[in-house]
């Protein structure tokens, strides 16, 4: 069975940050790579890049540079794969990597992104992206058939974030990744307007990724996933764009009923869509919906359900290969809206997970081709019978 991976990932390196993909303007505050007593870790800007709101008990691995110089450093938990299929030193490792996993296609994501702010300056987070745009387009273009991209913005420069969507996807880029939050701010917000209106523009795919944005402590790599759906669901924005394609990925599916179920009892004057509730209005204030902040205020009700919004094509979930209630998720979501992942080279992944998902028994042969193949087609736009891809042995 084909499949095609919807979410994997490069580790970055010195080379990402080089002058042959770096803004010149900050040369100085180029980040590089310093020892510690507990390890390597990334300096930007003459600070250690680590979590800004979970702090130093992840610093040992959270944008886990491999390298050093160029020389292998093993700081946590020593990965499998060569340095050259993390850092995709050219893509040949990558591509062998895939064949041994039976990955078709792969769409990368960063690591270090994971995280923001990286740096309190927003003209020299914006630099950092762009410089990891040019980079990762300039790797995949060696297999472009089999190595898709996934551009970065910095979110805290929403203009300079929509031009380098619409840059990007002049480059060929497959889509863009944001997190959850900004800060307190849902990516749902208001501010964020532009970005969600420069990727209606051209078209892009968004990606909401599970990540270290907010302050709500080590929770909050996950959690901040949520807090995004949240604000999103409420945001309008796919009454606004309806074409929009947004993916919410890496945190599983279980997570999904629990959030719909909140999200119905919000919108619905029968509590929990079951039973009914008389004394309810039917449309929420904004101040209510809003608790905590993750809708703007004046916040208006969304034309649509959200069950609505996924059964029009517009809202994807990522989902893992042993989540216990992907056939209950299926069967009341329809199988459309799952995208598979594999996580690659990320420490705490399920390898061989495309193969371990193929051996499930409660899901039906149509939904795992639709789960492993065609939604991640589905998702970013491209089409379902493509020209046959070329071997890894071919170099691309």
């Keep these: 069975m084909r499949v095609w991976d919807a979410d994997a990932h490069v580790e970055e390196s010195e080379t990402t940050f080089s002058d042959k993909y770096f803004d010149q303007a900050f040369a100085d505050r180029r980040p590089i790579v310093v020892q510690s007593p507990r390890g390597i870790h990334w300096l930007i800007d003459g600070q250690c890049a680590m979590p800004k709101y979970v702090g130093a008990e992840m610093d040992r691995f959270f944008g886990t540079p491999q390298t050093m110089h160029g020389e292998r450093v093993n700081t946590l938990v020593r990965k499998t794969e060569s340095i050259e299929a993390l850092e995709m030193r050219g893509t040949a490792a990558r591509l062998k990597l895939m064949d041994d996993e039976g990955l078709e296609l792969s769409v990368l994501y960063p690591t270090l992104f994971l995280a923001w702010p990286l740096t309190p300056y927003h003209d020299l987070g914006s630099a950092l992206c762009r410089s990891y745009n040019n980079w990762l387009s300039d790797v995949c273009s060696e297999a472009p058939s089999r190595l898709k991209w996934v551009s970065i913005i910095n979110p805290g420069?929403?203009?300079?974030?929509?031009?380098?969507?619409?840059?990007?996807?002049?480059?060929?880029?497959?889509?863009?990744?944001?997190?959850?939050?900004?800060?307190?701010?849902?990516?749902?917000?208001?501010?964020?307007?532009?970005?969600?209106?420069?990727?209606?523009?051209?078209?892009?795919?968004?990606?909401?990724?599970?990540?270290?944005?907010?302050?709500?402590?080590?929770?909050?790599?996950?959690?901040?996933?949520?807090?995004?759906?949240?604000?999103?669901?409420?945001?309008?924005?796919?009454?606004?764009?309806?074409?929009?394609?947004?993916?919410?990925?890496?945190?599983?599916?279980?997570?999904?009923?629990?959030?719909?179920?909140?999200?119905?009892?919000?919108?619905?004057?029968?509590?929990?869509?079951?039973?009914?509730?008389?004394?309810?209005?039917?449309?929420?204030?904004?101040?209510?919906?809003?608790?905590?902040?993750?809708?703007?205020?004046?916040?208006?009700?969304?034309?649509?359900?959200?069950?609505?919004?996924?059964?029009?094509?517009?809202?994807?979930?990522?989902?893992?290969?042993?989540?216990?209630?992907?056939?209950?998720?299926?069967?009341?979501?329809?199988?459309?809206?799952?995208?598979?992942?594999?996580?690659?080279?990320?420490?705490?992944?399920?390898?061989?997970?495309?193969?371990?998902?193929?051996?499930?028994?409660?899901?039906?042969?149509?939904?795992?081709?639709?789960?492993?193949?065609?939604?991640?087609?589905?998702?970013?736009k491209w089409p379902l019978e493509s020209p046959k891809l070329q071997s890894a042995a071919a170099g691309g």
């Design 157 to 380: 420069d929403p203009q300079t974030a929509a031009n380098e969507i619409r840059r990007t996807r002049k480059m060929g880029a497959s889509g863009t990744m944001v997190l959850g939050m900004v800060g307190n701010k849902s990516i749902g917000d208001a501010t964020f307007e532009p970005i969600w209106a420069a990727a209606a523009d051209v078209d892009m795919p968004i990606t909401v990724h599970v990540g270290e944005c907010t302050p709500l402590g080590y929770l909050a790599f996950h959690a901040s996933l949520l807090m995004g759906f949240w604000g999103f669901m409420f945001s309008g924005i796919l009454d606004r764009y309806k074409s929009l394609h947004v993916a919410f990925l890496e945190a599983g599916c279980m997570w999904l009923p629990f959030m719909m179920g909140r999200l119905e009892d919000l919108g619905s004057t029968e509590r929990f869509g079951t039973v009914a509730n008389p004394d309810r209005p039917k449309h929420l204030p904004s101040r209510l919906i809003g608790v905590g902040g993750l809708a703007a205020a004046g916040t208006s009700a969304p034309k649509l359900a959200p069950e609505e919004y996924i059964a029009r094509g517009n809202v994807f979930i990522g989902f893992e290969v042993e989540d216990k209630l992907l056939p209950w998720c299926i069967e009341e979501y329809g199988a459309d809206c799952w995208l598979f992942g594999s996580d690659i080279p990320h420490y705490d992944r399920l390898k061989c997970a495309a193969g371990a998902f193929l051996e499930r028994q409660d899901v039906s042969e149509q939904h795992k081709r639709k789960l492993l193949f065609e939604n991640t087609a589905r998702f970013y």
